[in-house]
Every structure is written in structure tokens, then in C-alpha cells.
T-cell receptor, first 113, second 114 residues
Framework: QKEVEQDPGPLSVPEGAIVSLNCTYS??????FMWYRQYSRKGPELLMY????GNKEDGRFTAQVDKSSKYISLFIRDSQPSDSATYLC?????????????FGAGTRLFVKA | DSGVTQTPKHLITATGQRVTLRCSPR?????VYWYQQSLDQGLQFLIQ???????AKGNILERFSAQQFPDLHSELNLSSLELGDSALYFC?????????????FGPGTRLLVL
């Protein structure tokens, strides 16, 4: 079993739809939770990060973490064609000596105009 | 543009060969990370350096090694290459070494082993 599970999709939605992307994890040592967006042939870019359980909002994006269920989500409101990309969840564990980051497989999202 | 540069952009080589990938972090960033991205394995963390010292190790093969130099650039050395090493190799950098540090990714080096 992988430490981080993410449905690779693809997920296709119409413009304006609310998108829900999810990851589950098995390692309770993960402390930090992140969402990255990766456009084709580009490096990933950080969208959001959070440390604790609960919600964090940034514009049209909301990240949700439920540590008790080992489940994280990213919601995209009013989705736009420019949101079409691969979305990767990522989680880190470690200490001041160093951190290891594990990425999900990524979900490919297509937003149709 | 993240400010992280990687060279070369593309590399084609043969099995058994050795290659070196280079990464220059963003100005001011002390931490460098290496990742491998392939279609079947996704993005895999390989290794992290902070200010010249190894800080964390992931699923890095013994045939692979890395180092970070005093000027903070880093090199990833891949030897005895196999077909399965064909992948996109990303370097990322961050200011410090903590788990919440924002990692800025470079454009990647696409390696093809024939």
C-alpha cells in the first residue's frame, strides 16, 4: 500500500463547476500537507499548505485536512479552463534534521469552456 | 519562472552510461531537493541538501548520488543507467530545511536512456 493514495483521474468538468480533489494517507507521522499544481511540461508549483486539521481558504481554493480520517481535499470554486492541470497532494514528515516529502500520483483535471 | 534553473533540459544517453544533472537554486535558498517523476511512479523524493550537507534521503538508488557545493548549486549523478531510469528529474529549492518550507521547482531535466 502506498503511503499516499490519489486518484489519477482524469477528471473533466464544465467551466464554473466546483472541483473536489482528494488524497488519503496511511502514515500518521505526516505533519504538513500541501497541494501543488503542475502544468504540462512544467515543474510543480505550490498552491496551498496547511499544518493542522481544518480548512484553509485562498481565493477560489480551499484546502481541507482531516487528520483523524487521514484524508485531505482541495476544492476549486468557479473552475476556469486555466485550472486545467495535474494537481498533486504532498505530505511531509521529519524534524529539524530534515524532512521527507511524499507526493500523490496526481489527478489530471480538465475544465471545459 | 520559479528562479530555479536546471541543465540540461534534455539528455539522451545509453544504458550503462553516467550522467550529471545540475541545479542552481533561487537566490538566497539554502536547501535543494531532487525528485524523479515517471509515468508509473509519479513524483518521488530522492534527496535533500541544506547548506552543503545531506538532510533527508528518500528512495534514491545506490547508483545515484548527489552533492551540494559551497556556492549552493547541486548536482545529481546517475550511473550505470538503466532503461527504467528514463524520467523527468526535478530540482527544487527552499529558503530553509523545514517541513513547511515552500519548495520552488525548476523546469526539470528530461532523461531518456536508450
Amino acid at each position: 500500500q502506498k503511503e499516499v493514495e490519489q486518484d489519477p483521474g482524469p477528471l473533466s468538468v464544465p467551466e464554473g463547476a466546483i472541483v473536489s480533489l482528494n488524497c488519503t494517507y496511511s502514515n500518521s507521522a505526516f505533519q504538513y500537507f500541501m497541494w501543488y499544481r503542475q502544468y504540462s511540461r512544467k515543474g510543480p508549483e505550490l498552491l496551498m499548505y496547511t499544518y493542522s486539521s481544518g480548512n484553509k481558504e485562498d481565493g477560489r481554493f480551499t484546502a481541507q485536512v482531516d487528520k483523524s480520517s487521514k484524508y485531505i481535499s482541495l476544492f476549486i470554486r468557479d473552475s476556469q479552463p486555466s485550472d486545467s492541470a495535474t494537481y498533486l497532494c504532498a505530505m511531509s514528515e521529519g524534524n529539524t534534521g530534515g524532512f521527507k516529502t511524499i507526493f500523490g500520483a496526481g489527478t489530471r483535471l480538465f475544465v471545459k469552456a | 519562472d520559479s528562479g530555479v534553473t536546471q541543465t540540461p533540459k534534455h539528455l539522451i544517453t545509453a544504458t550503462g552510461q553516467r550522467v550529471t544533472l545540475r541545479c542552481s537554486p533561487r537566490s538566497g535558498d539554502l536547501s535543494v531537493y531532487w525528485y524523479q517523476q515517471s509515468l508509473d511512479q509519479g513524483l518521488q523524493f530522492l534527496i535533500q541538501y541544506y547548506n552543503g550537507e545531506e538532510r533527508a534521503k528518500g528512495n534514491i538508488l545506490e547508483r545515484f548520488s548527489a552533492q551540494q557545493f559551497p556556492d549552493l548549486h547541486s548536482e545529481l549523478n546517475l550511473s550505470s543507467l538503466e532503461l527504467g531510469d528514463s524520467a523527468l528529474y526535478f530540482c527544487a529549492s527552499s529558503v530553509a530545511a523545514g517541513g513547511m518550507e515552500t519548495q520552488y521547482f525548476g523546469p526539470g531535466t528530461r532523461l531518456l536512456v536508450l
